[in-house]
C-alpha cells in the first residue's frame, strides 16, 4: 500500500548546527502532509504542515519543503537545540487518516 | 485549553482479557482517530470517528473495535489479548478529520498497554 518514509534512522547533530530531514512520499493523490515530534513518554506532538499547493512553509525555527515531481518531503530546523532531542515523523494525510514514515531519531550534540 | 486526555496511562493485562481505552478531544473536536505505535510497526492507524460513526478502519483484526459517544469522547476496545497487542496506543483529534483549516490533529499522551 501507499506509505510515507523517512530516509535516515538517526541524525546526530551538533548544537547550534542546522538539522535537515528527510521523508519520501508515495502517494501522489496527497494533498496534506504534516511534521510531527515525539518525546519520550508523550505522543506526536504538531510542528508544521503543508498542503499540496505550496511548496514551502515557514513556522519558528522549522521550515518545510515538499517537492511534488520527486514526491520528497523534508523538515529543516535551524540552529538546532538540546530540546530539539526527538523521533520526528513526517505524516500524509487522506481519507481521514495520517500514514506514519518510520521517524528519524535526532540527538543534538552540546 | 485542554488537550487530549487519555486514560488510563498504562495498563497491564493478561492474554485472553479484553480492555477499553478511553479518549476525550479537545473541546470543539468531532474527529477523533486512533493509533497503534509499536517499535517494530511504528504508528499504524485503527479507525476514524466523526459523529458517533466510524469513517475510515485500518487493517487490524476484528478483536479491534471503537466507539465515540455524542459528546465526542471515543473508547477502543481489544478482545481477546494477544502478546503482540502491546502498544502504545494514541488518539488524536481534529476538528472535522479533513484537510484541517491551520489546525493539525492533536495527540494525546497515549496508553501504555503491556500484555503478559
Known amino acids: 500500500g501507499e506509505s510515507v518514509g523517512l530516509h535516515l534512522p538517526t541524525l546526530s547533530v551538533q548544537e547550534g548546527d542546522n538539522s535537515i530531514i528527510n521523508c519520501a512520499y508515495s502517494?501522489?493523490?496527497?494533498?496534506?502532509f504534516i511534521w510531527y515530534k515525539q518525546e519520550s513518554g508523550k505522543g506526536p506532538q504538531f510542528i508544521i504542515d503543508?498542503?499540496?499547493?505550496?511548496d514551502k512553509r515557514q513556522g519558528q525555527r522549522v521550515t518545510v519543503l515538499l517537492n511534488k515531481t520527486v514526491k520528497h518531503l523534508s523538515l529543516q530546523i535551524a540552529a538546532t537545540q538540546p530540546g530539539d532531542s526527538a523521533v520526528y515523523f513526517c505524516?500524509?494525510?487522506?481519507?481521514?487518516?495520517?500514514?506514519f514514515g518510520a521517524g528519524t531519531t535526532v540527538t543534538v550534540r552540546a | 485549553k485542554a488537550g487530549v486526555t487519555q486514560t488510563p496511562r498504562y495498563l497491564i493485562k493478561t492474554r485472553g482479557q479484553q480492555v477499553t481505552l478511553s479518549c476525550s478531544p479537545i473541546?470543539?473536536?468531532?474527529?477523533v482517530s486512533w493509533y497503534q505505535q509499536t517499535p517494530g510497526q511504528g504508528l499504524q492507524f485503527l479507525f476514524e470517528?466523526?459523529?458517533?460513526?466510524?469513517?475510515n478502519k485500518g487493517n487490524f483484526p476484528g478483536r479491534f473495535s471503537g466507539r465515540q459517544f455524542s459528546n465526542s469522547r471515543s473508547e477502543m476496545n481489544v478482545s481477546t489479548l494477544e502478546l503482540g497487542d502491546s502498544a502504545l496506543y494514541l488518539c488524536?483529534?481534529?476538528?472535522?478529520?479533513?484537510?484541517?483549516?491551520?489546525?493539525?490533529?492533536?495527540f494525546g499522551s497515549g496508553t501504555r498497554l503491556t500484555v503478559v
Open positions: 503543508i498542503r499540496s499547493n505550496m
Open positions: 470517528y466523526f459523529s458517533e460513526t466510524q469513517r
Open positions: 502517494n501522489s493523490a496527497s494533498d496534506y
Open positions: 473541546s470543539g473536536h468531532r474527529s
Open positions: 505524516a500524509e494525510n487522506n481519507d481521514y487518516k495520517l500514514s
Open positions: 488524536a483529534s481534529s476538528l472535522s478529520g479533513q484537510v484541517p483549516k491551520g489546525d493539525g490533529y492533536t
